[in-house]
């Protein structure tokens, strides 16, 4: 199965499966188990595969609030979606910051963090944000406006559950920007894994491994463990962020023994805090 992580990286359409079942509660109170499996390509729901067989789900049979609760990158991919459909629904007036004022139709991608696609009666053209009248935007079409005031912000982590979501691999990184950071989860998996190996000599092997293919991302993780310390008040995430931290760096010094020490602090510190 691959991880929601890796999903959306795809422009057009994709399919996201949890690595493992998520509890499903509808709005007449009725609960399923099973895994969800998502496509960019559809905004009204998803389909649930449990022991009885798989089942589409439109968002509006689904309690949201629970859902935020017991999943929160499908609900994450619900916001998406349904931000997209609401964009997608009508012909609005677009001002560009020179000043031309055109009529037309809106495409947009939860993908895409830089523009959308404005189509006329003369044909298709992309436009990214900075050509646009923001100030104009946001009354003529408030939903649009909203749109990319979240697509903007779309890889800021500024909440202690954003941060928790980010020390446990699974924040989702989108923009272009932070493209190294995407698939950064998978390598918390592979330290991970590495530290369940309990001979010395075969386990720093792997961690060398791991190095060798990922130190400009490890650096990158050990600044970001950095700023986000200065963001969180809560003590029990700074200790996290401060022990990752401290683990990113003596893993690109090859310290292995004193990463082992942090990594393995900062990963029963985090289990705590389920």
């Not at 010395?200 to 993780?221: C, E, H, K």
Request: glycine share 4%; proline share 2%.
């Amino acid at each position: 199965m691959k991880f929601f992580l890796v999903i959306l990286c795809f422009a057009v359409s994709a399919a996201w499966a949890a690595d493992k079942p998520i509890r499903i509660k509808f709005k007449d109170n009725t609960e399923l188990e099973g895994v969800a499996s998502t496509s960019i390509s559809d905004t009204q729901g998803f389909t649930l595969k449990t022991k009885f067989g798989e089942t589409h789900y439109n968002w509006s049979q689904i309690d949201i609030n629970s859902l935020r609760q017991s999943s929160p990158e499908l609900y994450q991919f619900y916001v998406q979606q349904s931000h997209g459909s609401a964009v997608n629904s009508n012909t609005v007036k677009i001002k560009l910051r020179e000043g031309a004022l055109m009529e037309g139709s809106v495409s947009t991608s939860p993908s895409d963090t830089r523009g959308f696609t404005f189509r006329t009666q003369y044909g298709s053209r992309y436009y990214e944000w900075t050509q646009i009248d923001l100030d104009h935007l946001k009354q003529s079409k408030p939903e649009l406006y909203q749109f990319y005031v979240q697509q903007s912000q779309i890889d800021d982590i500024k909440t202690d559950d954003q941060i928790a979501l980010f020390l446990r691999g699974r924040f989702i990184f989108r923009s272009d920007a932070n493209s190294q950071l995407r698939n950064y989860g998978s390598v918390f998996d592979q330290m991970t894994n590495a530290m369940r190996v309990k001979q010395v000599t075969q386990r720093n092997q792997q961690l060398a491994s791991i190095t060798t293919t990922n130190r400009p991302l490890l650096l990158m993780l050990s600044q970001r463990c950095q700023t986000l310390s200065s963001i969180t008040r809560n003590r029990a995430l700074q200790t996290v962020l401060i022990s990752y931290r401290n683990a990113f760096d003596a893993l690109t010094r090859n310290d292995y023994a004193n990463f082992a020490y942090n990594y393995k602090f900062a990963q029963e510190a985090l289990a705590g805090m389920q």
